[in-house]
């Protein structure tokens, strides 16, 4: 080939993409342990750390230490699950972040942009007031999951009912449908005399994991990791959308097949989040931002890192929202939105030229 | 160009080529072909479907009509990864690339020689070592792509698209971000590409640039081929007219034998304002070309002094249609040739000295200045210095009393950059 | 009117119904799931008591009774918007909130209250429902109540600003006053009303009825050693978030008035808080009540309390004492949240109580 006749004038240079996964997957696995195994040993009941090790344990068929039957019943069914949706959420919201963010091309996109969110809350709150989240203990998160899908499902149609696909005509039908659910869960609220049930809903709203048992583990986990796994697997497709539809085609990627398949994974994993969490918020946002600035944009690397990450942040901020006033909790949702609002500006301010630039 | 037997392997064939946005049409049956080891050049006005032409070609389209065949392959029964190790485009815009490094960016061009999940092998670094050298962006490689400059960019897809390895590169105006070395510079590595068995054709809106590097041109109108074959054949002036509705100047370097335009600013305002308007130019040495296309391009009736043969503004004038007097380079002024620029001088309702220098051979065209109606200078230098007749040219240059202000025909000449301060500009 | 179409016409009524929900959305948020009573520590400062030295007036020591000594007309009174003055007896009563219509009720014959809202009017969460029912039915649109052409207009806490100003515009009687859970609080409520209704002695009666049960139901408790004292705990869900109530509020003060140790407050809770599963473990009651309606989800909620493998090691849920509570006793806010401690009292003391039952408040003729 041609490209072999010239000259090398420079050493090898080390591409680093491995190394630099590599050391990300390390590092963010051994955060989420620790959050995790944190977690797991704070709450109302005091219990050792050394049991829960021993809790955890036991099923692997070790026995590290004694300890009694209401201490493993909190862990195993109270704390854990909760922490395992937790994790799944915010691994689901990470991603989904990442995804959009590459899809776009827009820094500001997030799990929200396309009416995902809102649509899942707008059906989650009629749910609520109807009644209908009494019928079954997961009519609710059923509700919501198909709110969202289906919202996914009409802006994208929307996005391409002129027959030529655009970004910016994605984003503004995702801004109107949003706008639409919006109205449409004030109208709800407005609707609903039950000051119960309207705290309900209120409190759904903000995003929270209380009471999450492994039925929402079961609810969840699979889409999610289903839907994470095929973005991993497509990452490579993202950096090139990243580089605009001619450059994507021009380099093997067919568009008009891997744009619809990404949406549709990273609306998945946002809805069954929504669904199992009400909206958690900023986790989308800020994630792939805090480390797109320290392993770059690559999302080869980015969108698993954005799963530990996104899974870091959300079971942190839950740990947070459980303690913070304990034993009475706050929902993570509002713990997330105090913490990701002024990080995400001093991102802003601190790297103004390169967050402009992405 | 010598056609061997391998060069003359037909390596790219589109024919009847036919696209439509909301049954605007477009491209319209458009045919190009390319040769293995060609350089082929659209070129063409805006809007004449070049960029759309490029994108066709390679596949990104979906035409109404019309096959696109690669080695006798036809290109959209191709997948999309066969088509990428295939067919490289170079876009007219850079993408930001949104943070990647240039060596990230390039990296992008191996990704259809690579499986999915696969990292880069050393085969892939080193081919992306080598595009970034080829295409002069080998100091870049760490850099992130959004803090380079829109030429630096442009070299970091350049090298992309060499790191696929394609046979056939597709590039959309690849020198537009890039100053006059940096172009030649990038169309010499194209064609040693393309020699060595690579076929390359590029969107070029700089004609003179297109002649000088294409092995052949095809001139699009409308999304109509109306033209195809060497640059001499394509590049006439009833060619450049039909296509981009201005007069243009043909003519060949005489060093290299390289064809050299001077098309007229197509989007220069006023023109017809000269009309009716005679302007003398008193010229030589290359001082006076620019002058004299635009004031015919503003519609003046422009005629030049003495000429030397092989003098730059001579050619120009010929080009034009500008009378002048011819004399012999270095011959002086004989009074005939006196007399015949004293008719023209007298003719003229303003006549326009420029930056030239005189001699003894020319200084009788200060004297025939002096019966000029009116007289202008288009000249920044200091006249002392461009008197080489030991004050007889300043004594006479004194005598001129050129009109305070040349209002309109000054706006139209110094509206282009440079040209009233006397200054080349050459390709 | 069902309550389906209720709805229905509070959705197409105007603005002023979603704003005014708007706000009472908002006021949910911000008092930090205090349902009950977010307002009163303000009240209960910001309104002097009287200086008139006369204990044996059931008047005095009324906040917002500005001058107990006169008994004629016009009299003042302040309330949470000022103060007020009522030019004559009011003989069209109109309250925004069921708290002030089962007080109204006690204090005044039924024909007085002209118009009530459609939880008054609700068997299932109002004791005076029987009294109301058939009333026109107002909303919290300004022009609905106004239509009722009230001498009197009773606002509670939760009653926007917007919507007291609008009916003081149009020269209507506006009283806004707190309501309150615990026995002192409760006595200066009726006392207030009483006097704005120009009824103190029937209100006198009243407060005199309600502290005779308060003190009944105490005697039963009052002697028991520490040891003996039930620990109780309220717990509903809602929208998978588990609240307790601590102190300060309404089931709280139930408890207490039944003699409970309520668990929630000994932690230091307050209000309506959320709490997780852990939490209720680790508060360890002996009894669990639920006062939230079985149609949206106490049934369900009591059911998944009963049947969690993590929650068996709770006595209230080991021992099986965990009940519904009927909410129109343990939700609402007046002195009705009496026969609510009544209620719990009985699963608190069998032994004392046994299968005893309480009658109802009187109501005057």
Known sequence: MALALVTRLRPPREAALGRRLGAGLIFLTGLLIFVVLVSLSTGPLDIPVSHVIAIIAEPLGVHLADYDRTEELVVEQIRMPRIVVGALVGMALGVAGTTMQALFRNPLADPGTIGVASGGAAAAVIAIATGASLWFFLALPLFALAGAIGTAFLVYAIAIASG?????????????????????????????????????????????????????????????????????????????????????????????????????????????????????????????????????????????????????????????????????????????????????????LRHSRRVNSL | MTDTVERAEQRLEARDIVFEIDATRLLDRVDLDARKGELVGLVGPNGAGKTTLLRAIGGLLKTRDGAVLLDGEEVRQMGTGERAKSIAHVAQLAPLAQGFTALEVVMMGRYPHMGRVQSERAVDREAVRDALEIAGAGDLADRTVDTLSGGERQGVFVARALAQEPRLLLLDEPTSNLDINHQARFFNIVQRLVRDGMTAVAAIHDLSLAARFCDRLVLLNGGVVIAEGTPAEVLTPENIETAFGVRAVVSSDPGSGALSLSVMDPGAPAIGVGAGTRVHVVCGGGTGARLMYRLSEAGFTVTAGPLGNGDTDRAAADSLGVEYVPVQAFGGLDDASHQEHLRLIKECDIAILSDVAFGTGNVRSLEALAEAPRTALATLDPFAGRDFTDGEATRLFERLSPVAAWSELEALVTGLPGVAHGQQENN | MTIASNRLEKVSLSKFTAFATGLFA????????????????????????????????????????????????????????????????????????????????????????????????????????????????????????????????????????????????????????????????????????????????????????????????????????????????????????????????????????????????????????????????????????????????????????????????????????????????????????????????????????????????????
């Open chain 1, 164 to 348: 030529r696909f655009s970004v910016a005509t994605l984003i503004l039908a995702g801004v109107a449908v949003s706008a639409f659910m919006g109205a449409l869960i004030s109208l709800v609220i407005v609707a609903v005399p039950e000051r119960d049930t309207l705290r309900g809903i209120l409190f759904w709203l903000a995003g929270g994991l209380d009471s999450r048992s492994w039925d929402h583990v079961w609810l969840s986990g699979p889409l999610i990791l289903i839907g994470g796994g095929v973005i991993v697997a497509f990452a490579r497709d993202l950096n090139l959308l990243m580089m605009g539809d001619d450059d994507a085609g021009s380099l093997g990627v067919n568009v008009r097949v891997m744009r619809p398949v990404l949406l549709t994974a990273a609306s998945v994993i946002t809805g069954v989040a929504v669904a199992v969490s009400g909206m958690i918020a900023f986790v989308g946002l800020i994630v792939p931002h805090m480390l797109r600035l320290v392993f770059g944009p690559d999302n080869r690397v980015l969108v698993p890192l954005s799963a530990l990450g996104g899974a870091v942040f959300v079971v942190l901020a839950d740990e947070i929202a459980r303690t913070v006033i304990a034993p009475a909790e706050i929902r993570v949702g509002i713990v997330t939105s105090f913490i990701g609002a002024p990080f995400f500006l001093f991102l802003l």
């Open chain 3, 26 to 365: 908002a006021m949910f948020v911000l008092a930090a799931c205090s349902s009950d009573a977010p307002a009163e520590q303000e009240a209960a400062t910001s309104i002097p008591a009287t200086a008139t030295p006369n204990p044996s007036d059931s008047l005095t020591n009324v906040s917002g009774i500005l001058d107990p000594t006169n008994l004629g007309w016009p009299r003042e009174v302040e309330g949470l918007n000022g103060r007020v003055a009522i030019p004559s007896q009011p003989q069209r009563i109109v309250t925004i909130s069921l708290g002030h219509d089962e007080v109204t009720y006690a204090i005044v014959p039924k024909g007085r209250v002209v118009a009530a809202n459609q939880f008054t009017q609700a068997a299932d969460q109002s004791n005076v429902a029987h009294l109301a029912n058939g009333l026109p039915e107002i909303t919290s649109d300004a022009e609905v109540i106004i239509a009722q052409s009230p001498d009197i207009v009773i606002a509670s806490p939760f009653t926007s600003l917007e919507l007291i100003d609008a009916l003081e515009r149009v020269g209507l009687v506006v009283l806004q006053t707190d309501l309150h859970n615990d026995p002192d609080g409760r006595r200066q409520d009726i006392m207030l009303l009483g006097y704005a209704y120009g009824e103190e002695e029937r209100a006198a009666e009243v407060v005199q009825e309600v502290a005779d049960r308060e003190a009944t139901l105490r005697s039963i408790w009052e002697s028991k050693p520490e040891s003996e004292r039930v620990r109780v705990m309220s717990a509903t869900l809602y929208s998978d978030s588990l609240y307790t109530a601590g102190a300060g509020s309404t089931e709280g003060e139930i408890i207490n008035a039944a003699g409970g140790i309520n668990v929630a407050a000994e932690q230091g809770l307050e209000h309506n808080p959320v709490i997780s599963y852990e939490s209720l473990i680790a508060m360890d009651p002996e009894v669990i009540f639920i006062p939230q309606p079985a149609a949206w989800g106490g049934e369900d909620f009591l059911n998944d309390l009963l049947s969690n493998p993590a929650l068996a090691s709770v006595p209230a849920i080991r021992d099986g004492r965990v009940f519904m509570a009927d909410p129109k006793f343990f939700t609402t806010l007046s002195f009705w949240n009496l026969r609510g401690a009544e209620e719990l009292a009985r699963d608190l003391w069998p032994a004392d109580l046994g299968d005893a039952s309480f009658d109802s408040f009187s109501f005057p003729e």
